[in-house]
């Protein structure tokens, strides 16, 4: 019986890992995403049930779930380079004279492009990935290679006649759609908007949680085959190769017999780049021929054999209409200049962000200016400066606004801070409407069918001012809304009606106290057992709580003082909303492990890393992310390393097993 799991399982891992080189490097899928998917998920709940099956290199870890707390520092066995630059032809013929002049006879080139995102070098040992680390100081980067299976184009077994043991170095990037639907999710959920691609797939790699890295869908191209042993004789070899053994290889690389092809590749990517997709930054040219790579060798920053023409940013020159601002929904005022529309890098753009009075003032910009337009990597271009030239004897400064445009009241300034706000948090309407939102955001009430516009025309209606109104809205009310069916009008009445079920830390979170995010929520759940009772709490009281600093404890004071809110509040109440502590909030289960503290560490069998780290909580004890003298007990799963030996060198920790964490709990 076990036997024929342990092959099922092993059946389900070679199908999915053949799956995807049928994919990328056959580029002939075989099955669909869907069928792909319940396999995957087949395979999943096998091994949940079969622990005793686990596999580092199992397809299932595509699917992420692995937290990494912090990310250990790997030596590169060989050095990641940066490149040197050209911007002109010039420029790059100077290169190839250069390069003649080592190598005394004739030189090809491959073209690439040059992806605009972040460098990983990973190490693959008998076809399997082994580990992932990005480039750090080119010296030494971080390992991270959990977050880096999430991604699909990244195979996790090779196949064909790869060598033993080699690194393929890569760009891991974000695609405009991709990027643009995390955007549209964020704006959802009231969060900040991430700037470019480029920054957002960098700093995904360095997410703890790596099912949420998967969510990020980040893409890859693998460019650079590097090792003791090399089985080609050209570049060019090696990246037909490598494709075979199933990496994703760039399918723009051009092999150009002269520099002449390579200069026409670069006029071609120059304008075309604007229909890839994504987002380069230039082209990297490379000697195709292995030997001669090795006789150019390297300066002290980058291979000689190597050199990246970079694309000017675009700049076009167009007159400033108008400044308008706009109230986000923290009040935080933004300048935006409104523009005669104007073709920039394939787009028309009629806006672009001034960001705040500063940089006005050093534009020094007047009305109806002629500005320069840059686009850069952000979501929005922006001004880089004025044709003086053409500005009109008599036109005025632009002069910033001294009072909100949405509701009249006078902005502040806070020190050190470049913004203005709109202090009046409860009735400026973007504000007001802001609030909302955030209540039935996905980690507050979670209320489905309500969306911002809903909420929007909600409040143009005047239906809804506070959440508290979502709870006596009816169908009647809901149905003359543009675009509102019967149907959705009921989605709404049920998730009003569902989110009472929702435990008290997430209403704390979703009512919007200023500075109160999830993590304070929880906290404050953890320590009053009920809105009523942290009412009552003075800021000396709050400040005790752990996490929360005089700042929060001061907004929590101050939010109680508010007659709106203490309304509010005592509607949710009435409507059944979860104001205090019930079934449905994590309680303290026990204090037997009080003033104790807890690391986690290997691979863990009896339970996951979260469940352990939760069932500390449940018990009073507290988890911390580091071996030291504070740490009291390090529960150690299979192949525990450096955190293990660290804690037997300071020898006062106590190093437990699964099973004898679990009789701790049980005393
Ligand atoms: P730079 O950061 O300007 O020194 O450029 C070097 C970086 O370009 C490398 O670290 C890679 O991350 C990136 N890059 C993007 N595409 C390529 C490519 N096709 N070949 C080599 N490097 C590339
Ligand atoms: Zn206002």
């Excluded at 003298?629 to 299979?638: T, W």
Aim: aromatic share 8%; proline share 3%; net charge negative.
């Amino acid at each position: 019986m076990s036997q024929d799991i342990q092959q099922k399982i092993q059946n389900l891992r070679a199908e999915l890992h053949q799956h995807n080189f049928d994919y990328y490097s056959l580029d002939n899928p075989t099955i669909s995403d869907f069928e792909f998917d319940s396999k995957l998920k087949e395979l999943q709940e096998l091994e949940l049930k079969y622990p005793e099956y686990y596999d580092s290199n199992s397809p299932t870890l595509r699917v992420g779930g692995e937290i990494t707390k912090n990310f250990p520092t790997v030596e590169h066995q060989f050095r990641m380079y940066s490149l040197d630059n050209s911007y002109d032809f010039d420029d790059l013929e100077d290169w190839e004279k250069r390069v003649l002049k080592t190598i005394e006879q004739p030189v090809e080139f491959v073209a690439e492009l040059k992806y605009d995102g972040a460098s990983i070098s990973i190490l693959y040992e008998n076809g399997v990935m082994k580990e992932a680390v990005t480039r750090g100081d080119g010296f030494r980067g971080d390992e991270i290679t959990a977050n880096v299976k999430t991604i699909s184009d990244i195979p996790m077994q090779l196949y064909g006649d790869f060598p033993p043991r080699f690194f393929m170095r890569g760009e891991i990037h974000l695609t405009r759609k991709n990027f643009d639907k995390i955007n549209e999710r964020r704006e959802e959920e009231g969060l900040d908007l991430f700037m470019n691609p480029r920054n957002t797939a960098s700093g995904s790699l360095k997410m703890q949680d790596s099912a949420e890295v998967r969510k990020r869908k980040l893409s890859a191209v693998l460019y650079q085959y590097i090792s003791t042993e090399t089985p080609a004789k050209t570049h060019w070899e090696l990246l037909q190769k490598a494709k075979s053994w199933g990496f994703r290889i760039s399918e723009q690389t051009k092999l150009c017999k002269t520099l002449e092809e390579v200069k026409e590749f670069i006029t071609f990517w120059e304008t075309e780049r604007h229909q890839l997709g994504f987002d380069i930054d230039g082209i990297v040219i490379k000697v195709n021929d292995l030997a001669q790579q090795q006789q150019l060798g390297y300066t002290a920053k980058s291979p000689r054999w190597a050199m990246s023409y970079k694309f000017k940013a675009e700049k076009v020159e167009t007159e400033l209409q108008t400044v308008t601002y706009q109230v986000g929904r923290t009040g935080a005022i933004t300048p935006v200049a409104n523009l005669k529309p104007v073709l920039l890098a394939g787009t028309v753009v009629k806006r672009a962000s001034l960001h705040n009075e500063d940089i006005i003032k050093k534009l020094d910009l007047h009305e109806h200016d002629f500005v320069y337009v840059e686009k850069g990597g952000e979501i929005i271009p922006k001004i880089v400066g004025i044709n003086l030239d053409k500005r009109l004897p008599n036109s005025q400064e632009i002069e910033y606004i001294k009072n909100c445009p949405e509701c009249g009241t006078e902005l502040i300034k806070l020190e050190d801070q470049a913004i203005h706000f709109c202090p009046n948090d409860l009735h400026c309407p973007p504000q007001v409407v802001g609030r909302m939102i955030h209540y039935v955001s996905r980690k507050a009430l979670n209320i489905e069918g309500l969306g911002a516009e809903t909420i929007e025309q909600l409040y143009r209606e005047k239906l809804v001012e506070n959440p508290a109104d979502f709870y006596i809205l009816t169908k009647e009310q809901l149905l003359p809304l543009e675009r509102m069916a019967e149907k959705s009008a009921q989605n709404i009445i049920d998730g009003v009606e569902k989110s009472k079920e929702i435990p008290f830390e997430k209403v704390l979170f979703g009512i919007g106290i200023k500075h109160v995010g999830e993590t304070v929520a929880k906290k404050l759940a953890k320590n009053f057992e009920s809105i009523d009772d942290l009412k009552k709490a003075t800021k000396e009281e709050l400040v005790q709580v752990e996490d929360i600093g005089g700042k929060i404890a001061e907004s929590i004071v101050d939010f109680f003082q508010n007659e709106e809110s203490l309304l509010m509040i005592e509607r949710l109440k009435s409507y059944g909303v979860q104001l205090e502590k019930g079934e449905n909030t994590t309680e303290l289960l026990s204090n037997s492990l009080e003033n104790k503290t807890f690391l986690f560490t290997g691979k863990l069998s009896l339970f996951t890393r979260d469940s352990a780290e939760e069932m500390v909580e449940n018990h009073g004890g507290k988890n911390i992310s580091a071996v030291s003298k504070n740490l009291n007990y390090l529960v150690v799963g299979e192949k525990a390393g450096s955190k293990l030996k660290k804690a037997q060198e300071i020898g006062t920790i106590e190093i437990l097993d699964e099973q004898q964490f679990l009789d701790l709990i049980a005393e």
